[in-house]
C-alpha cells in the first residue's frame, strides 16, 4: 500500500527530518493554510514583528542548528525578506524561505490579485538572485523530487533557498514521498593524492606556517577534523572576522582575529610575514582582509573551499574541503615545533592584568565595555554583535567556545542582532545571549524586542548609545549621521517586562551586568550612554581605512 500525505505536511516532515524544530515568520491569507498544518506538527511557529526580523533569526538559527525556516505570505511578506536573504547567501547560512502565493487555478481567473507586483512570477525571478535553488509547488508529479532538490542544496552548500508555495497546493495528496538524501560531494582521488603531496611539501618545508580558519569549516561542520589536524600538526591559526570563534579561542595555538590593516599588528605581522599560508573555508572579503588587495602573496598559500583549492598558482577541481582536510590528517605532516607566538589567550590575560584596576566613578568608554565585557563571558554565553562598534570592538573579545559569535561580518546589514538573539535562543536554548547593539541598529529591528518578551527569552543586550551611526561619523560626518534620541531603557516599562539600566561609569555598567547575570528569568537591557565621538580601539583601525574610500573622487 502506497504512502499518503499532503504537499504541506510533506514538507513540514522533510523539514523536521533535517533537524529544524523552529519556522519564524509572519502568517498572510495566501500562507494560512500551511500555517495551520504547522500548528498541528511537531514545528514551533515562532511569530515575530516583522518579516525581516524573522529572517534574521531564521538566519542565526541556521548558523547554529545546520538549517533555518521562515514562512511569509507572498510579495508583501516575501521581498521584505531579501534582504536577510542576500546576507544568508553572501555569508552562507542554509535557510529556507517559504512563502505562500496565489493559487494556480484562481491566477488563471484574474490578473490581479492582492499583492501581485508584475506577474505572478515576478517574487519568484527576484528570489533566485539570492539563493542557490529554488522553486514553484505547482506540479504535482514533481512536488516530492522538487522539495527533496530544493532543501538537499541548502544543505550541501550552506546556503539559502526559496519555496514557493501556492495556496491551491497545500493540501493536495502526493504518494509515495521520501525522506530528504543529501548526497555527497564527490571527490576526484587522483586529484586529491597529487594535491595533498604537494600540500605536504610545502607544509614540511615551510618556516613559519599559519593556518586562517575560515567561516565554512563552521558551515559544514569541520571543525573536529581540523582540531584534530591542528593537535597534529602544532601550526598556529587565526580567524577572520566572519570566523570569529570557529574554533575555542582559548585554545594554545590561536593567535587572534586577521583583519589585515585593520587588525592588530601582531596577528597581520605573522600572517602576512608567513611562508605558508594555509586557508581552510576562508572568504577573502575587504573586510576579513583588511581593505587590503592582496595582503599575502598567492605563490605562499594553500586555498581550499568548498568550491575551489588551490595551491600556489596551481589549481585543483573536485576536491571537497572534508576530503581535503582528511587527506591531510592521515598524511605525514610533520610536526611544528617552532615558538614563534603568543597565544590570543595569553595576550588577553596581559591585557586584564594591566587594565584590571579601574575606578567605579570613572566615566565608562567604549574600550572598557569590551575589557569589562571579556571578564563575564563563559562558556554559557553566546555573542551576537550587530555592525558598527559592536562588531568591530567585538572581535577583540576572547570567545571561550566554539561558534559563540555571530554576526554580518561580509554583509554588514544593520538590524541583525536583536532578531538574531532570538533565533540563536531557539536553535540552542542552553546558551544566553550577550547582544551588542548600537543606537542606530537598534532602532530598525528593536521592534524584535517585543517578540523576545512573548516567548519569554532572557538575553542580556547591551545597548551602545553614542548619539547616531558612529562608523559613518569616523568615516564622513555630516547631519545624515544623527538619529532621533529614544530613552531605550524604558522600553521595558512600556513593555511591561524585562529589567532595564542606563550606566554612566564602569562602576554601574559592572553592577548591571552582575544583576543582568543573576538574574535569568528575564531579559535585560543596558543603555551605556557614551560621548558622540567615542569608539574602540578596534573601531578606529577599520575607519582610517574605510574613510580613504569613502571620499574617493
Not at 539559502?160 to 538524501?181: A, N, Q
Request: hydrophobic share 40%; aromatic share 10%; with cysteine.
Amino acid at each position: 500500500m502506497e504512502l499518503t500525505t499532503t504537499v504541506g505536511e510533506y514538507l513540514i516532515n522533510q523539514l523536521y527530518s533535517l533537524k529544524v524544530r523552529h519556522v519564524f515568520g509572519i502568517p498572510g491569507d495566501y500562507v494560512l493554510g500551511f500555517y495551520d498544518q504547522l500548528v498541528k506538527s511537531k514545528i514551533k511557529i515562532v511569530n515575530t514583528c516583522d518579516e525581516q526580523g524573522a529572517g534574521f533569526a531564521a538566519d542565526a538559527y541556521a548558523r547554529i542548528n545546520g538549517l533555518g525556516a521562515v514562512c511569509v505570505t507572498y510579495c508583501v511578506g516575501g521581498l521584505k525578506l531579501l534582504n536577510s536573504t542576500a546576507q544568508a547567501y553572501a555569508e552562507k547560512s542554509p535557510v529556507v524561505i517559504i512563502s505562500g502565493s496565489p493559487g494556480i487555478h484562481e491566477r488563471k481567473k484574474s490578473s490581479l490579485l492582492h499583492h501581485k507586483i508584475r506577474d505572478y512570477d515576478t517574487q519568484y525571478n527576484l528570489f533566485r538572485e539570492v539563493t542557490i535553488a529554488s522553486t514553484i509547488l505547482n506540479d504535482i508529479e514533481m512536488i516530492s523530487s522538487e522539495i527533496e532538490r530544493v532543501l538537499s542544496a541548502a544543505v550541501r552548500y550552506s546556503m539559502p533557498v526559496y519555496i514557493e508555495l501556492p495556496r491551491d497546493m497545500v493540501y493536495k495528496v502526493i504518494t509515495s514521498p521520501r525522506e530528504c538524501i543529501i548526497p555527497d560531494l564527490k571527490t576526484n582521488h587522483n586529484a586529491l593524492k597529487e594535491a595533498t603531496e604537494e600540500s605536504i611539501s610545502m607544509i614540511n618545508s615551510s618556516i613559519k606556517p599559519v593556518i586562517v580558519a575560515g567561516v565554512e569549516i563552521q558551515r559544514f561542520g569541520l571543525q573536529n577534523i581540523l582540531l584534530k589536524l591542528l593537535d597534529k600538526t602544532g601550526i598556529p591559526f587565526v580567524s577572520t572576522p566572519l570566523s570569529k570563534s570557529v574554533i575555542r579561542e582559548n585554545h594554545p595555538l590561536y593567535l587572534g582575529v586577521y583583519e589585515g590593516a585593520m587588525g592588530f599588528n601582531n596577528v597581520r605581522d605573522l600572517v602576512e610575514s608567513s611562508d605558508c599560508v594555509i586557508m581552510f573555508g576562508t572568504f577573502m572579503t575587504d573586510i576579513d582582509f583588511g581593505n587590503s588587495p592582496t595582503p599575502v602573496e598567492q605563490g605562499k598559500t594553500i586555498n581550499a573551499t568548498s568550491s575551489d583549492l588551490s595551491i600556489r598558482y596551481h589549481n585543483y577541481e573536485d576536491i571537497s574541503l572534508r576530503d581535503f582536510l582528511l587527506s591531510l590528517l592521515d598524511s605525514n605532516l610533520l610536526k611544528n615545533k617552532k615558538n614563534y607566538i603568543k597565544s590570543f589567550a595569553s595576550l588577553k590575560q596581559e591585557t586584564y592584568l594591566s587594565n584590571h584596576k579601574k575606578n567605579d566613578n570613572q566615566k565608562i568608554t567604549a574600550n572598557l565595555i569590551f575589557q569589562i565585557l571579556d571578564n563575564y563571558l563563559t562558556s554559557k554565553h553566546i555573542i551576537i554583535s550587530d555592525v558598527g562598534d559592536s562588531l568591530f570592538g567585538g572581535l577583540d573579545l576572547l570567545i571561550k567556545k566554539g561558534t559563540e559569535f555571530l554576526c554580518p561580518a561580509y554583509y554588514l546589514s544593520m538590524g541583525f542582532a536583536i532578531p538574531a538573539a532570538i533565533g540563536a535562543q531557539f536553535a540552542n536554548e542552553r546558551l544566553r545571549p550577550i547582544v551588542l547593539v548600537g543606537d542606530g541598529a537598534f532602532q530598525m529591528t528593536g521592534v524584535e524586542i517585543s517578540t523576545i518578551a512573548k516567548f519569554k527569552l532572557n538575553p542580556i543586550i547591551v545597548l551602545l548609545n553614542n548619539d547616531g551611526y558612529r562608523t559613518e561619523r569616523t568615516i564622513l560626518d555630516g547631519k545624515f549621521n544623527d538619529l532621533y534620541p529614544w530613552k531605550y531603557h524604558r522600553i521595558t516599562q512600556m513593555l511591561n517586562n524585562g529589567k532595564s539600566y542606563f550606566v554612566k561609569t564602569v562602576g554601574q555598567f559592572v553592577t548591571a551586568l552582575e544583576k543582568c547575570n543573576d538574574d535569568i528569568q528575564n531579559f535585560s537591557l543596558i543603555e551605556v550612554s557614551l560621548e558622540r565621538f567615542d569608539s574602540t580601539d578596534a573601531l578606529q583601525r577599520i575607519t582610517k581605512s574605510l574613510s580613504k574610500k569613502a571620499t574617493i573622487k
